[in-house]
């Protein structure tokens, strides 16, 4: 199964700023995923992140809220931008390879 | 409207028992698969079981199995002989209609295992 890494493990933000995160996974990978799990929560899909073209938001989440790019079949990085405390939540990358394996995840605290 | 329920918040079993974690579904789709992942505190996903709805038997991986009941729509999660690191979250999942990696979750069942 594919292994994925992801960058920060961790952040403290302040409000109103942006944060990028990283993902990268150790093999080809046809679909990239990025889920959020707000504290207490399950999880909710955000958006499927297309290599090429521009992702596939699920209803609630929109583009100028969470950019995301995926430059190529290994890599995929998700944005929050103009961040509130509501956005406090683990994020997580996810790759298809012959079932859905998820990074450790991002867990992001805003102030 | 697709939908997976965990109706058990918490389990406690104790150490070298099996216990069985609960899971229905919903879906009107003939095709669907249905996974099992395991959260333990530090917050990583770890992927557990996957059963699709066409296979015949129920999937098995090591001490995990997987009793799928169609009709019944529940694929609930056996854990045999609990060890103490199977403390954790553990959530059911459905695989959304069209894309491989569009899962809805359940809200999870806290299992702790009791030395």
């Known amino acids: 199964s594919a292994v994925i890494s992801q960058k920060p493990s961790r952040d403290i933000c302040q409000r109103g700023t942006s944060l990028t995160i990283q993902c990268q996974v150790d093999s080809q990978v046809t679909m990239m995923f990025w889920y959020r799990q707000q504290p207490g929560q399950s999880l909710t899909l955000i958006a499927t992140a297309n290599q090429g073209s521009e992702a596939t938001y699920e209803s609630g989440f929109v583009i100028d809220k969470f950019p995301i790019s995926r430059p190529n079949l290994t890599f995929s990085t998700l944005t929050v931008s103009n961040m509130s405390p509501e956005d406090s939540s683990i994020y997580l990358c996810?790759?298809?390879?012959?079932?859905?394996?998820f990074g450790p995840g991002t867990r992001l605290t805003v102030l | 409207a697709q939908k997976i329920t965990q109706t058990q918040p918490g389990m406690f079993v104790q150490e070298k028992e099996a216990v069985t974690l609960d899971c229905t579904y919903d879906t009107s789709d003939p095709s669907y698969g249905l996974f099992w992942y395991k959260q333990p505190s530090s917050g990583e996903m770890i992927f557990l079981i996957y059963q699709g709805s066409y296979d015949q038997q129920n999937a098995t991986e090591g001490r995990y199995s997987l009793n799928f009941q169609k009709a019944r729509k529940s694929a609930n999660l056996v854990i045999s002989a609990s060890q103490l690191g199977d403390s954790a979250m553990y959530f059911c999942?459905?695989?959304?209609?069209?894309?491989?990696?569009?899962?809805?979750f359940g809200k999870g069942t806290k299992l702790s295992v009791k030395p």
């Open positions: 996810s790759g298809w390879d012959r079932g859905l394996f």
């Open positions: 999942a459905m695989r959304r209609g069209g894309s491989q990696g569009n899962l809805i």
